[in-house]
């Protein structure tokens, strides 16, 4: 086996996640140039960690590695949502996966899509033709909406009071997950980012459990949580509510559908007309923009045992840190990294889908992946079916990609409502 190269440095004085925090990729490339490897080591977080930024061995890592290896965002992130599927391991994780996979089956997925496309119809029924607005902000409000209506059933129409409510309480919630965990309360402050976001968690389970006693129909999402083997355990069915309903969702719905309209709006225009009826010119375009803008910019395990990953040694104790931003851009794996080429998928790449790792792999990966796609493509094939979208030009299109990735600046966009005519020809 071979040591990891760079160095973890030493206890507190060595760390480097203000260098990571500060500019990931520049933090990354640097790393991986002066180690001349995509796979290097530093401290992070105050903890000896391996940073895997090679496709293969990512890939590696969410397969074989789950059996060295537990979920890294227990001491981060429980206190915010409570124990699910994200902080468990082992035969727990293993349990819990099966529980909560029924609800996400391609058939019972079938079962929501008349309320999906009924809220992606009752937003763009909103959109004014003459007037640019914020891409990201209009996406995130789209799947905010489908989300909390699917999981907790509530009607942005019928109750917008409410609705807006709980919308604050999860953006407040969010925050939390990206301060630092210091529970205190300041005087006069109204207490630190996390401790606001607790009392917002607080106060959207007692929302949830409301809203649980509520819907206790058969159809609704609730009553299906319920039905699960251990959907007999309030925390189990509230916790995962709580996880459904949060900003997490929708962030990462909005973030690729953010991606795929700037190329298709600015300089992929010339393919907008052809998605409608081109399936695989659709999920070609997709997989660029999740390879070139992923959701998240990666995740986090640490290791129970010294073990072989590809060829390096990695040591128990320490943390490894997948970087899902440069493994999509392995030049080992994907020619022209830096280009987006949704024509790659029909090519060279045409075998390369299950290298694409925006919502894991393996074991781990997302339960919820069948229900993300049905969203996406009900929100594209809205959209295009009624408008043209074009991109106002001059605009600075730099991404952010910490904790979510999307652009840096608010890109405006403009929703030309097409003639019947173009309409028909478009569904021909």
Not at 13 to 20: A, C, P, V
Not at 172 to 200: C, E, F, M, N, Q
Not at 244 to 271: Q, Y
Request: hydrophobic share 35%; proline share 4%.
């Amino acid at each position: 086996m071979t040591k990891v190269p760079g160095s973890v440095g030493l206890p507190i004085l060595g760390d480097k996640s203000i260098d990571f925090y500060r500019d990931p990729i520049r933090f990354t490339l640097k790393h991986i140039e002066n180690t001349n490897s995509r796979v290097f080591c530093a401290r992070f977080l105050n903890t000896p960690t391996v940073f895997v930024g090679c496709n293969s061995t990512l890939k590696e890592l969410l397969t074989d590695g789950v059996r060295h290896t537990d979920m890294g965002y227990k001491a981060f992130m429980e206190h915010i949502f409570g124990q699910n599927i994200l902080f468990t391991d082992g035969d727990m994780a293993a349990g819990l996966r099966q529980s909560l996979s029924q609800l996400f089956t391609p058939e019972t997925v079938k079962t929501y899509q008349q309320r999906v496309e009924r809220i992606v119809n009752e937003c763009l029924h909103e959109v004014e033709s003459s007037e640019y607005i914020c891409l990201y902000t209009f996406m995130k409000r789209i799947c905010t909406q489908i989300c909390l209506s699917l999981f907790l059933d509530l009607d942005f129409h019928q109750a917008s009071d409410t609705a807006n409510s709980i919308v604050a309480l999860t953006t407040t919630h969010w925050h939390g997950i990206i301060s630092v965990p210091l529970s205190i309360k300041l005087p006069g402050s109204g207490g630190s980012t996390y401790r606001k976001a607790l009392d917002a968690k607080e106060e959207l389970l007692k929302i949830i459990i409301h809203k649980k006693e509520q819907n206790d129909s058969a159809g609704s999402f609730s009553h299906k949580v319920q039905q699960c083997p251990h959907g007999n355990e309030d925390i189990f069915v509230n916790n995962h509510l709580l996880l459904f309903t949060s900003a997490l969702v929708p962030k990462a719905l909005s973030s690729i559908l953010t991606s795929f309209f700037i190329e298709i709006s600015g300089d992929h225009r010339d393919l907008q007309s052809s998605v409608l009826e081109d399936s695989i010119l659709m999920e070609s375009l997709l997989l660029e923009a999740q390879r070139m803008y992923p959701p998240f910019l990666g995740g986090r395990r640490l290791a129970t045992e010294d073990f072989n990953l590809n060829g390096y040694k990695v040591h128990k104790g320490h943390a490894l840190v997948y970087l899902t931003y440069a493994a999509h851009r392995d030049p080992a794996v994907f020619d022209n990294p830096e280009q987006f080429d949704p024509h790659r998928w029909t090519g060279r790449n045409s075998q390369d889908k299950d290298k694409i790792h925006c919502f894991g792999g393996g074991p781990r990966g997302c339960i919820g992946q069948n229900l993300v796609w049905q969203i996406i493509q009900t929100v594209i094939v809205g959209l295009l079916t009624k408008y043209s979208v074009t991109l106002k030009e001059g605009q600075d299109l730099t991404h952010k990609w910490l904790p979510v990735s999307r652009p840096k600046n608010e890109i405006l966009v403009k929703f030309v409502r097409k003639t019947e005519q173009q309409i028909d020809t478009d569904g021909s």
